[in-house]
């Protein structure tokens, strides 16, 4: 079994992807935003459940896709422990493992390119990131790099594996796709044969040029990618609005919600709760009543009763309709009131049929049928 590797010109990045073949559930080792919807069409392809993503470092050279799979493809997102990537769900340590089906990929510190770096292993394979490239290794001159640690790292930790074990780079410029630890230890023009000295001398001597998008990309990843000047900026940012606080996407009024920081408010009609599903513990609280979708005379009362003051109220209705005219009303009562874009089942398809572009139920939130 093999990982399947995917290539990224523009940069020069390798991502991989691992998966079990029995459960199909899959792991995606530094993804670029910029081949989103490639990796999405490999995921289809080998009718995959993606569940983590994971990065080796901090990238200065590309912005990672993470935060984007973790919306479309319902992925949890991991980062080393020491890479400032406070937005992964898991902050990995040392000998931690991640598990897909039966598989699991075992984090392995190897500091030195960047203080939090990690390699990943994965059976005999071995995800090298920017650590150990393909006879040579990464530069050491920025972001936290240190030779000294990378000399310790490459030698002490990987050259410990078996020489059989094959080297899954994070680039190569020259088309190479792989090696194994026993021909860069033999081998590297860097590394193989030298004292801790005579490399750190020739890491000192490169005199890199910076990189290109080192600005913009390092930033972006410390937030898994997600740019709050760009259009993913919706997806953790609410987004200001006439009339009321602002747009939030369902995930950060589920983030809000749960951190105790909003009240949230379902004001469908009591049938669509009963017939659609409903959301536990949400505070139902219709708009309009069926049948004829009169006013709720009793919406202002039950709203000054559900939310305390000095909390968010979030509104959710069947596609963010309802919920704007509520959210208006809210902010006329003084409330600080958003509405949740795509409500519970989102816009509906070509087909009529809703629940696949978007909505609270889409991005997995959790909800019953009555
Ligand atoms: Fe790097």
């Given at each position: 079994m093999k990982p399947i590797q995917l290539f990224d010109?523009?940069?020069g990045t390798y991502t991989y992807l691992l998966f079990d073949e029995t459960s199909r559930e899959a792991l995606i080792i530094d993804p670029v935003d910029e081949q989103l919807e490639r990796d999405l069409a490999e995921l289809r392809t080998y009718g995959l459940k993606l569940l983590w993503t994971v990065e080796t470092h901090a990238h200065a050279d590309h912005i990672t896709s993470a935060g984007q799979l973790a919306e479309y493809a319902g992925a949890m997102t991991a980062a080393p422990e020491?890479?400032?990537?406070?937005?992964?769900?898991v902050q990995l340590k040392d000998g931690d493992t991640l598990p897909f089906g039966r598989e699991a990929i075992k984090a392995l510190l190897t500091p030195g390119h960047t203080a939090g770096s990690m390699c990943y292993l994965w059976r005999d394979h071995v995800f090298t990131g920017d650590t150990l490239l393909i006879n040579g290794c990464g530069r050491t001159d920025f972001q936290s790099g240190s030779a000294e640690a990378l000399y310790r790292s490459i030698t002490q930790v990987l050259f410990a594996l078996p020489d059989a074990t094959t080297v899954w780079p994070g680039h190569d410029y020259q088309g190479r796709t792989h090696t194994t630890i026993g021909t860069e230890k033999a081998g590297n023009a860097r590394i193989a044969g030298k004292s801790l000295a005579e490399f750190t001398a020739i890491m000192d001597a490169l005199h890199l040029p910076r990189p290109a998008r080192i600005d913009e990309a390092v930033p972006a990843n410390l937030s898994?990618?997600?740019?709050?000047?760009?259009?993913?900026?919706?997806l953790l940012e609410a987004r200001p609005a006439a009339g009321y606080a602002g747009d939030v996407s369902p995930q950060l009024a589920y983030r809000w919600w749960r951190s105790g920081e909003a009240v949230l408010i379902d004001v469908r009609t009591d049938a669509e709760r009963e017939w659609v599903g409903f959301i536990p513990d949400a505070v139902p609280l219709a708009w309009k009543q069926w049948p004829?979708?009169?006013?709720?005379?009793a919406f202002d009362a039950g709203l000054r009763t559900a939310v305390p003051s000095g909390k968010k109220a979030v509104l959710l209705c069947r596609s963010g309709v309802r919920s704007i005219a509520a959210a208006k009303r809210a902010t006329e009562l003084g409330l600080e009131a958003y509405n949740i874009l795509e409500g519970f089942e989102g816009d509906p398809d070509e087909r009529a049929q809703r629940g696949r572009k978007g909505g609270w139920r889409y991005h997995g939130l959790p909800w019953r049928q009555g």
């Open positions: 010109p523009a940069s020491g890479s400032g990537i406070s937005t992964a769900a898994s990618g997600i740019r709050h000047d760009a259009g993913g900026g919706a004829g979708m009169a006013a709720n005379a």
